[in-house]
């Protein structure tokens, strides 16, 4: 290598603990703001160190309910699947779940409200499934801003 050549330095990875701080601070935002919009379902955050998902660390909240059960108008969910797919979806595509504007793959649902974004120590995925597509981001946007300049 040349002595002119850069090298960039790969970010630490967050301790345990303060992934797990942070990722319990923004489930506690994401609970209050969805209480606020009258829905319930399920929250999750995760982090997934370096620049592509590899592996990460996640964290999920159940707000209220965790399977929606069949109405007259909708059939039954099970809203922790649906808060996985959405956050599947963001690690493949590295954009915000439901817009990536590719054909969801095998496995994928391609629901809106999941965000994500790139975070100082990696990728920062935050989704909440329970309500319209624009209330659950809404929702996972309040637990990523936790992260915004943390990890």
Not at 34 to 56: F, M, Q, R, Y
Not at 75 to 97: C, F, G, V
Not at 102 to 121: I, V
């Amino acid at each position: 290598m040349s002595s002119n050549a850069r090298t960039t330095p790969i970010p630490a990875a967050p301790s345990p603990q303060d992934f797990d701080e942070l990722a319990d601070l923004a489930l506690v935002a994401m609970r209050k703001l969805a209480v606020e919009l009258n829905i319930k379902g399920v929250a999750l955050v995760a982090h997934a160190p370096g620049d592509t998902v590899t592996g990460w660390s996640s964290k999920m909240a159940v707000v209220g309910i965790r399977i929606r059960p069949a109405s007259a108008t909708k059939s039954a969910a099970n809203l922790l699947a649906i808060a996985y797919s959405k956050a599947a979806e963001m690690a493949d595509t590295l954009q915000h779940s439901g817009s990536s504007g590719r054909a969801p793959f095998s496995g994928e649902l391609g629901y809106g409200g999941g965000r994500m974004a790139r975070g100082k120590t990696g990728i920062l995925l935050a989704a909440f499934s329970g309500g319209p597509a624009e209330d659950d981001a809404k929702v996972s946007q309040a637990g990523l801003d936790v992260f915004a300049g943390k990890l």
